[in-house]
């Protein structure tokens, strides 16, 4: 069984970071993580997959994600933050190595952490 605890969310300035953290129980292959601003779908932001990463055009060269496969956490590490970037943040994981970048490529997610970002 899969479990997934979020932490690091909180309320930043534009301009400024957060790291978010996701503890993973449990074997998985990939994880991700996904935003969802109040009455928007939920958004893929970036994932990683065997090393690899991947991300969302919007917050390219901004975020970055990470895994520390000893710590079993996936980090996601949010510099110059723009109030566009308010949104619920969750992680997901799966043991498959398919569809790494679509919500739909994951059955395991995590609570959600809150990120605010004013202006």
């Known amino acids: 069984q899969v479990q997934l605890v979020e932490s690091g969310g909180g309320s930043v300035q534009a301009g400024g970071s957060l790291r978010l953290s996701c503890t993973v129980s449990?074997?998985?292959?990939?994880s991700a993580w996904f935003r969802q601003a109040p009455g928007t779908e939920r958004e893929w932001v970036a994932s990683t997959r065997l090393g690899t990463t991947s991300y969302a055009d919007s917050v390219k060269g901004r975020f970055t994600i990470s895994r520390d496969n000893a710590k079993k956490t996936v980090y996601l590490q949010m510099n110059s933050l723009k109030p566009e970037d308010t949104a619920m943040y969750y992680c997901?994981?799966?043991?498959?190595?398919?569809?790494?970048?679509?919500?739909?490529?994951?059955?395991?997610w995590g609570q959600g952490t809150q990120v605010t970002v004013s202006s």
């Open positions: 449990g074997v998985t292959m990939k």
């Open positions: 997901a994981a799966d043991p498959n190595l398919w569809s790494w970048t679509s919500a739909s490529g994951y059955n395991y």
